[in-house]
């Protein structure tokens, strides 16, 4: 009995001991934050290529435009090596793609001739995307 | 929150000193009763989300088990919230004196340990010279989620939550039961929104806090007793968010959210050793702080009508 009262006693000191130590364990009013908070400068190189020269331009220049531009004249849109006859002749606007050369020459609304609305913005879509020969 | 830290260590301090008091009185003889409390003012020592004044008889050990479903908003498919992902405590309680608990429970969501003490300062008597019961109820929350939940400038008091509550119960009669409460609750480290704000050359990712850091609530509840041992209860808790809520002079910081207040309603099946609550309620959480701070679960809406249980067994 004596034992019985001892270790109560002892488990109600401990518990209110562990109770007063929670009670101390200090307050603060903060918030979550997660590591990855901060100011970060933008990666414009970081868009995803939705639109490929050689699977989407190249198909569409040789059915719509190679039948004049075929090789050998000024804006070759015929052979293998129409990247570069585009590039070099400096038909392509990356800042504004709807300027480039390739859609207002000879004269504004030349090319929309002979493309579609989506052809065309699948052009413009692929200029954003840096013009590459992917 | 200076104060609350001082509150609290007073209460507790309070309650410590008067577990002397009670030790000393008990091993003189005791004195003769002048007033007798009045019986079984309430069935156990919680009704639906609340604590109630009363406390089980000194070395009593109450076993407690708490279920809160998913609201009933998807009805029949999940059988009204029941199958669907349910928030559990299980916890003991201990009485060491006839007038002092001390207790200990674990729950599901935010993996709250709670350690809790409740000291009955006042029991109403059966001649009416002592009007009501007074009780005063404390709480102490560890939450056990892993380090990272806690991002930067982890501490350990991150974990951290504290609740005191004071409780004023009366019995009217033998039927009706009534009781009001005042809590205080604290939350060290709050949820927090992210919000991404973006302009042509930077991106910036910042951290806005999602509710405020303290809340007071008033609380009442009510058991009427239709048959000796089955009663209808009910209750309603009001909290107010202590602080400032947001935009400080910054236009992308989102307001914090207030909590919303809990309504509940249900039966209760009382035995010697057993009492059922089952009930709907519109707090998900069972710790009171997390309720208090964060709930915001509208009992007006169907989405916020959550059914639950609770069983006390008395050892």
């Known amino acids: ?134 | 929150m200076k104060r609350f830290l001082i509150v609290s260590l007073g209460l507790t301090l309070i309650l410590a000193s008067a577990v002397r008091l009670t030790a000393q009185t008990d091993s003189v003889t005791p004195p003769a009763k002048k007033h007798k409390a009045v019986i079984n003012p309430w069935s156990g020592s919680l009704i639906i989300d609340n604590q109630t004044t009363e406390i089980s008889p000194k070395n009593g050990l109450d076993f407690v088990i708490h279920h809160r479903f998913t609201s009933v908003q998807n009805g029949l498919s999940d059988l009204f919230g029941f199958y669907s992902a349910s928030n559990i405590r299980m916890g003991l309680n201990y009485s060491i004196t006839n007038n002092l608990m001390l207790g200990f429970g674990s729950e599901k969501d935010n993996k709250s340990q709670e350690f809790l003490i409740k000291y009955k300062l006042l029991s109403q008597s059966r001649d009416g010279v002592i009007p009501v019961s007074v009780s005063a109820y404390a709480s102490a929350v560890i939450s056990t989620r892993k380090e990272e939940f806690y991002g930067l400038n982890y501490r350990f008091s991150d974990r951290m939550s504290y609740y005191t509550e004071l409780i004023i119960s009366r019995k009217w009669y033998d039927r009706l039961s009534t009781q009001l409460s005042l809590g205080y609750a604290h939350i060290n480290k709050v949820d927090s929104y992210r919000v991404v704000t973006e302009d042509s050359l930077t991106e910036v990712i910042a951290y806005y806090p999602k509710y405020y850091n303290d809340a007071l609530a008033v609380s009442v509840a009510a058991r009427f007793k239709i048959t000796g041992s089955f009663g209808v209860i009910g209750e309603y808790e009001h909290p107010f968010a202590l602080g400032k809520g947001g935009r400080h002079g910054d236009s992308n910081m989102p307001h914090k959210l207030k909590p919303l207040p809990d309504a509940a309603l249900g039966f209760e099946i009382n035995t010697m050793t057993h009492v059922f609550q089952l009930f709907v309620s519109s707090y998900r959480a069972i710790v009171p702080q997390f309720n208090m701070i964060t709930n915001s679960y509208d009992f007006t809406e169907k989405s916020g009508i959550m059914p639950g249980f609770n069983i006390i067994v008395k050892f």
């Open chain 1, 1 to 134: 009995m004596h034992i019985k009262s001892i270790l109560r006693t002892l488990t109600s000191i401990s518990g209110l001991g562990g109770i007063i130590l929670l009670f101390s364990m200090g307050c603060e009013s903060t918030y979550i934050r997660m590591p990855d908070e901060g100011i970060f400068p933008k990666d414009t190189t970081q868009t995803i290529d939705s639109v490929f020269f050689s699977q989407d331009i190249k198909p569409l220049l040789l059915n719509n435009c190679a039948s004049c531009h075929f090789a050998g004249t000024s804006l070759d849109l015929e052979s293998d090596d129409m990247y570069n006859s585009i590039m070099n002749g400096n038909f392509i606007n990356l800042s504004d793609p709807e300027s480039s050369r390739f859609f207002t020459e000879p004269d504004p609304g030349h090319a929309d001739l002979y493309l579609t609305p989506v052809q065309h913005s699948l052009i413009v879509e692929w200029i954003e995307q840096g013009a590459l020969n992917n």
